[in-house]
């Protein structure tokens, strides 16, 4: 509820036209993403540790982690759904790529 609170003191006023890579979007919150994010996670992740697999490669640590984790909870088709909306995509066929 704590990060819920900090989010939510970051929503727009109103949302606004986003475009990112040629997509356009609707952004709701005054969050750093897309292209900007990447490009910021690659270079502190180069400072702090000398490389970086990028952005994408976080998400691909970040859902083989969680889904280890889940399965202590829940069954592994339900852990692979709720990874799969903790990534943003909410389809799990796509979070199988992330668990390769």
Same mark, same amino acid.
């Given at each position: 509820?704590?990060?819920?609170?900090?989010?939510?003191?970051?929503?727009?006023?109103?949302? =606004?036209?986003?475009?990112? =890579?040629?997509?356009?979007?609707?952004?709701?919150?005054?969050?750093?993403?897309?292209?900007?994010?990447?490009?910021?996670?690659?270079?502190?992740?180069?400072?702090?540790?000398?490389?970086?697999?990028?952005?994408?490669?976080?998400?691909?640590?970040?859902?083989?982690?969680?889904? =280890?984790?889940?399965?202590?909870?829940?069954?592994?088709?339900?852990?692979?759904?709720?990874?799969?909306?903790?990534?943003?995509?909410? =389809?799990?066929?796509?979070?199988?790529?992330?668990?390769?």
């Amino acid at each position: 509820s704590d990060l819920a609170e900090k989010l939510e003191q970051l929503r727009l006023p109103e949302a =606004r036209r986003v475009t990112d =890579r040629g997509i356009y979007y609707r952004q709701h919150y005054d969050i750093v993403g897309g292209k900007r994010f990447t490009d910021c996670f690659r270079r502190a992740s180069i400072r702090a540790l000398g490389w970086s697999t990028g952005a994408h490669g976080l998400r691909h640590s970040y859902a083989q982690e969680r889904i =280890r984790e889940l399965q202590f909870h829940c069954k592994y088709d339900l852990s692979k759904e709720t990874v799969s909306q903790e990534l943003g995509h909410f =389809r799990p066929d796509i979070t199988d790529a992330y668990l390769r």
